[in-house]
T-cell receptor, first 115, second 112 residues
Framework: DAGVTQSPTHLIKTRGQQVTLRCSPKSGHDTVSWYQQALGQGPQFIFQYYEEEERQRGNFPDRFSGHQFPNYSSELNVNALLLGDSALYLCASSWVGTGKMYGYTFGSGTRLTVV | GESVGLHLPTLSVQEGDNSIINCAYS??????FIWYKQESGKGPQFIIDIRSNMDKRQGQRVTVLLNKTVKHLSLQIAATQPGDSAVYFC???????????FGTGTRLLVSP
């Protein structure tokens, strides 16, 4: 059973460019959350998608946007890249039943370097 | 505000010892807690979780203890092995929200 898969694994972009990261959730999971992890820090919540809509959002600017597709996969888009956007971007999938969250599973992440 | 912190940034133990990693959380409205292990260059790996209606939960070689009175969470690893060397994060979920709030992590170093 495949877990959460993310692509690409590594990416180098120039300041000002735009980037799209992709995530396929674990089988049976319908919710996708994105996190940013700076070096030496814990992951920070960006936003979460459920039923193709953004349900919750962390303290990130509008340059960060996303999308969820009918097959539950998701994309994270970042516009006008800044040097400070360099980080490991993690996708986590889960499912919600009777109001509880289950199976919160992370992918291996995409390492984004902005130069 | 939301915060999940760890008392010790680095914990060094000998192989075979029992390890205890501690975590303090500040939000009494949190209803779900997860411990993750993260190795260099990899995503966080689920270790064990506990809901707020429990005080203790055991897995294979790991035990999580939750003390809601003092808002404290701990992860106990029995017979620690070199392969347990990694950064460990505790994460909390607030009631009514689906996001996790992470601390900065504790590095566990296991010497053979």
């Amino acid at each position: 059973d495949a877990g959460v898969t993310q692509s690409p694994t590594h990416l180098i972009k120039t300041r000002g460019q735009q980037v799209t990261l992709r995530c396929s959730p674990k089988s049976g999971h319908d919710t996708v959350s994105w996190y940013q992890q700076a070096l030496g820090q814990g992951p920070q919540f960006i936003f979460q998608y459920y039923e193709e809509e953004e349900r919750q959002r962390g303290n990130f600017p509008d340059r960060f946007s996303g999308h969820q597709f009918p097959n539950y996969s998701s994309e994270l888009n970042v516009n006008a890249l800044l040097l400070g956007d360099s980080a490991l971007y993690l996708c986590a999938s889960s499912w919600v039943g009777t109001g509880k969250m289950y199976g919160y599973t992370f992918g291996s992440g995409t390492r984004l370097t902005v130069v | 505000g939301e915060s999940v912190g760890l008392h010790l940034p680095t914990l060094s133990v000998q192989e075979g010892d029992n390890s205890i990693i501690n975590c303090a959380y500040s939000n009494s409205a949190s209803d779900y807690f997860i411990w993750y292990k993260q190795e260099s260059g990899k995503g966080p790996q689920f270790i064990i979780d506990i809901r707020s209606n429990m005080d203790k939960r055991q897995g294979q070689r790991v035990t999580v203890l939750l003390n809601k009175t003092v808002k404290h969470l701990s992860l106990q690893i029995a017979a620690t092995q070199p392969g347990d060397s990694a950064v460990y994060f505790c994460a909390e979920k607030l009631t009514g929200f689906q996001k996790l709030v992470f601390g900065t992590g504790t590095r566990l170093l296991v010497s053979p």
